[in-house]
């Protein structure tokens, strides 16, 4: 038998558990209750949580449902679906902020992080430039190209315009694999030698290519790939 909020002892109420000892202090299935708010005919609002974190697997998995997914969950309209996508766009902003303020060359993982975040569990392909000014601080990150990544669909004269207008020093490159694999393909490899050469002539030098999915990144700098692409001969 479903057991209203209202009826629940006090103490055990999500919304005044977060009131006595703190939001970090409650479960996931809690605090998506207390952004749900309300329960439906028969449904608790814990009810409705547990459904929506059955349906996408995990909190990861709720942050990258479409909104019709979760208004498709009883209990969950499309204004709920909107106010919880809004609060995981504040979380990915928070990161961007770190992002923005350090050094992702000396201290990558809120880049590593946000990156993820942004892109790891997108089902398609997606080419990200980060633009640096001289200092490596992130003056933006744009996501310029749709699609396999290659160095035949891939413009280092966009890119470059782009680094110019933004009066880059530097710039980092990004792309996710939907497969989940972060191993570089020579593709990858051929792609990242072509925009490093431009970025040769252009005196603005790439950093570091970095290979997202949602299980981690491969920095290309720090396993040594950009000197291979460099290196290599291709057919």
């Not at 992702?104 to 975040?117: C, N």
Request: glycine content about 6%; some cysteine.
């Amino acid at each position: 038998m479903t057991t209203k909020l209202k009826n629940m002892p006090e103490e055990n109420r999500p919304r005044e558990r977060g009131m006595k000892y703190g939001p970090e202090n409650l479960t996931t299935r809690e605090l998506l209750a207390v952004l749900i708010r309300c329960g439906t005919k028969g449904q608790s609002a814990l009810e409705t949580a547990d459904k929506l974190l059955k349906a996408a697997g995990d909190l990861n998995g709720v942050a990258r449902m479409p909104m019709e997914a979760i208004s498709g969950i009883r209990g969950l309209s499309m204004t709920k679906a909107l106010e919880l996508k809004s609060c995981f766009e504040l979380s990915r902003r928070m990161m961007y902020e770190d992002v923005s303020r350090g050094d992702p060359i000396q201290d990558p993982e809120a880049l590593e992080m946000w990156l993820r975040s942004r892109m790891g569990a997108l089902h398609q392909e997606e080419f990200m430039v980060v633009f640096l000014d001289y200092a490596h601080h992130v003056i933006a990150a744009e996501t310029l190209f749709i699609g396999t990544a290659s160095a035949s669909l891939v413009s280092s004269r966009e890119i470059y315009q782009r680094a110019l207008e933004r009066r880059a020093s530097f710039i980092m490159l990004a792309h996710n694999h939907p497969s989940g694999s972060l191993e570089p393909s020579e593709a990858d490899l051929r792609l990242t030698r072509h925009v490093m050469e431009a970025g040769l002539t252009m005196d603005v030098p790439v950093l570091d290519h970095l290979i997202i999915s949602d299980t981690g990144c491969l920095s290309m700098r720090r396993e040594g790939y950009l000197e291979e692409c460099m290196t290599k001969q291709y057919d």
